[in-house]
């Protein structure tokens, strides 16, 4: 069973400061990694994409590649309170998304 | 740039019923998905098309759950009859092609099985 696994929070982060989001994965197969955002009540909505190892960085976001370690992270610059949401994490060609961190930034 | 539209956003229904959602990709975008998403869960995938054709139904439960996309374009997701765990919001989402992993997700229908 492949499986995708995130801390589910809440994980509360003053405004500013940097959040640091976690995700592993089981197969070791996948080469395709992305970062959902979703507000409560609503859909999710594509962030970030990485596919090789290393970071990608867009704005305030930098998205970090480990395949050995099967580890993708999500970090989040200068958090401020519109961040707050569930961040989902999804892994390979035939999405598989983890349950979601949910992220409090702190005003 | 049009999103995913999808219809209903809400609906309500009773144990045993039927009900069908209706999902219109993003133009262009040649892959869709439907995905069942339960609270505090994440969204998991019942089916996904290229263009008319099923390439991954392997989680839709298919004596009570069915799907077309009959023109490539449209599709419809049918629950018949329904139970009380299908209450979930049902996410639709499209891609460019089959080897574009990169989705964009429909508001979705929040349904309720009382």
């Known amino acids: 069973q492949k499986e995708v696994e995130q801390n589910s929070g809440p994980l509360s982060v003053p405004e500013g400061a940097i959040a640091s989001l976690n995700c592993t994965y089981s197969d070791r197969g996948s080469q395709s990694f992305f970062w959902y955002r979703q507000y409560s009540g609503k859909s999710p909505e594509l962030i970030m994409s990485i596919y090789s190892n290393g970071d990608k960085e867009d704005g305030r976001f930098t998205a970090q590649l480990n395949k050995a370690s099967q580890y993708v992270s999500l970090l989040i610059r200068d958090s401020q309170p519109s961040d707050s949401a569930t961040y989902l994490c999804a892994v390979g060609d035939k999405i598989i998304f983890g349950k979601g961190t949910r992220l409090h930034i702190l005003p | ?114």
Request: glycine fraction near 8%; charge should be positive; charged fraction near 20%.
């Open chain 2, 1 to 114: 740039e049009a999103g995913v539209a999808q219809s209903p956003r809400y609906k309500i229904i009773e144990k045993r019923q039927s009900v069908a959602f209706w999902c219109n990709p993003i133009s262009g975008h040649a892959t869709l998905y439907w995905y069942q998403q339960i609270l505090g869960q994440g969204p998991k995938l019942l089916i996904q098309f290229q263009n008319n054709g099923v390439v991954d139904d392997s989680q839709l439960p298919k004596d009570r759950f069915s799907a077309e996309r009959l023109k490539g374009v449209d599709s419809t997701l049918k629950i018949q009859p329904a139970k009380l765990e299908d209450s979930a919001v049902y996410l639709c989402a499209s891609s460019l092609s089959v080897s574009s992993y990169e989705q964009y997700f429909g508001p979705g229908t929040r349904l309720t099985v009382t």
